[in-house]
């Protein structure tokens, strides 16, 4: 069944840098587009980054153009979001999702805190 499991959250200043990751099985990895959404406290879901099949195109939200690098690892199974200059406002939880014409498989999610 396809699974998709983030990690590396967790609590950095503003200004600081962090690596989230999403370790894919049970599909074709290198086969899918994938993408990264959060939601921030409160509010609804907002799409951050798409990556297409083998890595050579990506797509990026306006509010972290600049800051956020989608990046991908075929031969790992393994997607990532490097997020740099990190923002109060970037404080949410990350989904890592198999994008398929459509979010058809989501992760459980990774929290990311940006607080001094």
């Known amino acids: 069944q396809v699974q998709l499991v983030e990690s590396g959250g967790g609590l950095v200043q503003p200004g600081g840098s962090l690596r989230v990751s999403c370790a894919a099985s049970?599909?074709?990895?290198?086969?899918?587009?994938m993408a990264w959404v959060r939601q921030a406290p409160g509010k609804g879901l907002e799409w951050v980054s798409t990556?297409?099949?083998?890595?050579?195109?990506?797509y990026v939200a306006d509010s972290v153009k600049g800051r956020f690098t989608i990046s991908r690892d075929n031969a790992k199974n393994t997607l990532y979001l490097q997020m740099n200059s990190l923002k109060p406002e970037d404080t949410a939880l990350y989904y890592c999702?198999?994008?398929?014409?459509?979010?058809?498989?989501w992760g459980k999610g990774t929290l990311v805190t940006v607080s001094s």
């Open positions: 990556i297409n099949t083998g890595g050579g195109s990506t």
């Open positions: 999702a198999r994008d398929n014409y459509g979010m058809d498989y």
């Open positions: 049970g599909f074709t990895f290198s086969s899918y587009y």
